[in-house]
T-cell receptor, first 112, second 116 residues
Framework: GNSVTQMEGPVTLSEEAFLTINCTYTATGYPSLFWYVQYPGEGLQLLLKATKADDKGSNKGFEATYRKETTSFHLEKGSVQVSDSAVYFCALSEGYGNKLVFGAGTILRVKS | GAVVSQHPSRVICKSGTSVKIECRSLDFQATTMFWYRQFPKQSLMLMATSNEGSKATYEQGVEKDKFLINHASLTLSTLTVTSAHPEDSSFYIC????????????FGSGTRLTVV
């Protein structure tokens, strides 16, 4: 079946540090890939997405590139802020609107 | 954009009682809604897929008689936790499949259920 594996957290960084959160996936077909962010006590918000190989999703300074050859979708940001502290989930879905499969989530803590 | 309203945001109930959580799509029709459960510091576990006008499809291991899902209209799905026990305490999140929106999924803000 489909699955998503994320690096374990928590990840603790100083403000303006470079961020990488690794995500790899297993899928039978050609999934769409997503990164969601969850702030404390809230639901999930879409951060970025990519729907086919070599696509790069980007939003709010975050980027991730769909790498079919390595089945990866690593999240990066060049300079994190305290306000980026949250839980980040990598997810996939096969087919538009089909159920999402989530990774375990990675807690990011940014210190000022 | 597509907005999903989930209510209540927090609820405390006594063991043995039932609790209903509502998920509404405010500006779009949602033929499909998803219910997730999230344990502390863990990922989201899909509980069931709710389709308007038909029975919900439950994931393996989820008790359908305990977690009743009703999707009576294109804008409302409800999850009722029946005969709640402390182990049902969790964060429940709904998601609706929108025809518009960045990725077709819009999430509610979640409901923190505490059973005492």
């Amino acid at each position: 079946g489909n699955s998503v594996t994320q690096m374990e957290g928590p990840v603790t960084l100083s403000e303006e540090a470079f961020l990488t959160i690794n995500c790899t996936y297993t899928a039978t077909g050609y999934p769409s890939l997503f990164w969601y962010v969850q702030y404390p006590g809230e639901g999930l918000q879409l951060l970025l997405k990519a729907t086919k190989a070599d696509d790069k999703g980007s939003n709010k300074g975050f980027e991730a590139t769909y790498r079919k050859e390595t089945t990866s979708f690593h999240l990066e940001k060049g300079s994190v802020q305290v306000s980026d502290s949250a839980v980040y989930f990598c997810a996939l879905s096969e087919g538009y609107g089909n159920k999402l499969v989530f990774g375990a989530g990675t807690i990011l803590r940014v210190k000022s | 954009g597509a907005v999903v309203s989930q209510h209540p945001s927090r609820v405390i109930c006594k063991s043995g009682t039932s609790v209903k959580i509502e998920c509404r799509s405010l500006d779009f029709q949602a033929t499909t809604m998803f219910w997730y459960r999230q344990f502390p510091k863990q990922s989201l576990m899909l509980m069931a897929t709710s389709n308007e006008g038909s029975k919900a499809t439950y994931e393996q291991g989820v008790e359908k008689d305990k977690f009743l899902i009703n999707h009576a209209s294109l804008t409302l799905s409800t999850l009722t936790v029946t005969s709640a026990h402390p182990e049902d305490s969790s964060f429940y999140i709904c998601s609706a499949r929108a025809r518009k929106g960045a990725d077709g999924y819009t999430f509610g803000s979640g409901t923190r259920l505490t059973v005492v």
